[in-house]
């Protein structure tokens, strides 16, 4: 079976394909010009710059040769874990396109790779709820703890994190060559209780004015919109009582018909009744509309005057202690509430 040195030439992979060549669709210019800088890079013994050209033409348009490439130039930085994935990728996406020849070359080359691999495992044994880990800030897939996944040489932070629990972070080194490196991950310690308002249950959602009020402009501005509330709503109680009297005149008119007529049933009598009925029931409406509107009134104008008058003027800002009265309003509360010393 032919082997990848086989087909080095110069440290340089002799598939010198184009990435338009393998294109399947994405963008094939910007993969073709990085891809051959891969090339010059490679000659110049540029791995690392090599690589970054490559994954380039990768990402505009995917294709096997590029991603043999790839994994070419990391396995010549000593990155064999990465180099293994991309030929493993490349054999994957040869198979996808029917380019056996390629898919097995890939797959060959991986195997070579593997007894030369370095393994890492990071084990939980006490789970928490909401459980995060991350390996230099990339999380980590729950399938793959417990278990021993390839890895490049290099310093590594493992970090943990769970709902309710401290944070717990630990910084391992893998060398080359291979290994087996080991990570267990303790039982986390329990986090601060968060700090509890004093007072039991808190109350609506709506806090006394603040220190930027003590002048009473915030309390004399809310009183005069609620002593607004409260005029507008005696007007309409007003409104509506003349609306009652307006009804209950005509259910006047109507029964004043009704003793005119001639005794005993008749088609009028009935449409009569009927009528004043209709205008009984709207007076009897509009009479409770209007007690409740101006019942109202006279609460909210009370209110208002009452913020009004209790507000402290500013030449006593100092007296932050006096009784005032404030609205509250939220969580399903509506009322006044007092605050100050007493």
Known sequence: MRTLSGLLGASIFALSVTASGLAFGGDPSTAEHLFQQGLDAMKRNQFKE???????????????????????????????????????????????????????????????????????????????????????????????????????????????????????KQTVHIGAGPGVDRVEVPALEDAPAEAKPAGGTPGPDYSPPASGGRDGTVQRNIGFVIGGAGIVAAIVAVAVEFLAIHEDDKRKDYDAQIKALPPGPSENRTSLEDSSASRKSAAKSDELIAIGTGAGAVVFIGVGITLILTAPSSSKAADVTKPRLYPLLGNGTTGLGLTGSF
């Open 50 to 168: 090599a690589c970054d050209a490559f994954n380039g033409s990768n990402e505009a348009d995917a294709s096997p040769g590029t991603e043999i490439n790839l994994a070419l130039c990391n396995e010549k930085q000593g990155k064999l874990a990465s180099a293994w994935g991309w030929y493993r990728t490349a054999a994957g996406l040869a198979e996808l396109r029917n380019q056996k020849d390629r898919a097995e070359l890939a797959r060959a080359e991986a195997t070579k790779l593997e007894p030369k691999l370095h393994k890492f495992v990071i084990s939980v044994k006490y789970p928490s709820e909401g459980l995060v880990v991350t390996r230099n800030a990339a999380a980590v897939p729950g399938a793959v703890l417990g278990t021993d996944v390839p890895i490049d040489p290099g310093d590594y932070v493992v970090e943990v994190s769970a709902k309710g629990k401290k944070g717990w």
